[in-house]
């Protein structure tokens, strides 16, 4: 089965320094990874999507890379705020038949003022 | 606004006692999808369907059903609900099931006593 594992399952930073969040996945390469926020009690809301051929995507504060070799995507948040305190869920899309995200558990980010 | 829109948010149930969960989108998506949200286990997909009258299976379905009768509502059946269908359940839709955005619900928490 297609593994996607998300080491830390919580992550805590002071405000102002980058935050980086670690995404690994087993066997072959998904097509795509794709990051989403949640917040307590919210659905998950959609953040970046990288393509497989794509070493590097880039949102204003965010910053994903996927490396093949490693089988690992990193998700960064550069000068973190509070507000960035959440849980960040990434994501594989398996192409075929199935055509579904398999979501890793999560990571809990809390920026510390 | 787009959205998608889940009811009940909160409910609390008797094992053996049917209940039906609504899902309905405003953006006319044709990929619509049920997840499990579990502590420690992430989300789970539990059926999704490519169009009206179109559903399938995900990872976890046992114990749940699925009609897609129209195109803006996916409504999840649990005909004999029981205790370990306690959990945080999310409906999403997309445009195409392709690799692009996953657009979530609020989330149905449910309790089976």
């Known amino acids: 089965s297609q593994k996607i594992e998300q080491n830390s399952e919580a992550l805590n930073i002071q405000e102002g320094k980058t935050a980086t969040l670690t995404c690994n996945y087993t066997?072959?390469?998904?097509?795509?990874l794709q990051w989403y926020r949640q917040d307590p009690g919210r659905g998950p809301v959609f953040l970046l999507l990288?393509?497989?051929?794509?070493k590097e995507k880039r949102k204003e504060r965010l910053k994903v890379t996927f490396d093949t070799t490693l089988k690992q995507s990193l998700f960064h948040i550069t000068a973190s705020q509070p507000a960035d305190s959440a849980t960040y869920l990434c994501a594989r899309f398996s192409s075929g038949s199935a055509r579904q995200l398999t979501f890793g558990s999560g990571t809990q980010l809390t920026v510390l003022p | 606004e787009a959205q998608v829109t889940q009811n009940p948010r909160y409910l609390i149930t008797v094992t053996g006692k049917k209940l039906t969960v609504t899902c309905s989108q405003n953006m006319n998506h044709e990929y619509m999808s049920w997840y499990r949200q579990d502590p420690g286990l992430g989300l789970r997909q539990i059926y999704y369907s490519m169009n009206v009258e179109v559903t399938d299976k995900g990872d976890v379905p046992e114990g749940y059903k699925v009609s897609r009768k129209e195109k803006r509502n996916f409504p999840l059946i649990l005909e004999s609900p029981s205790p370990n269908q306690t959990s945080l359940y999310f409906c999403?839709?997309?445009?195409?099931?392709?690799?692009?955005?996953?657009?979530f619900g609020e989330g149905s928490r449910l309790t089976v006593l």
């Open positions: 066997n072959y390469s998904p097509a795509y």
């Open positions: 999403a839709s997309s445009l195409t099931g392709g690799p692009g955005e996953l657009f």
């Open positions: 990288i393509r497989e051929n794509e």
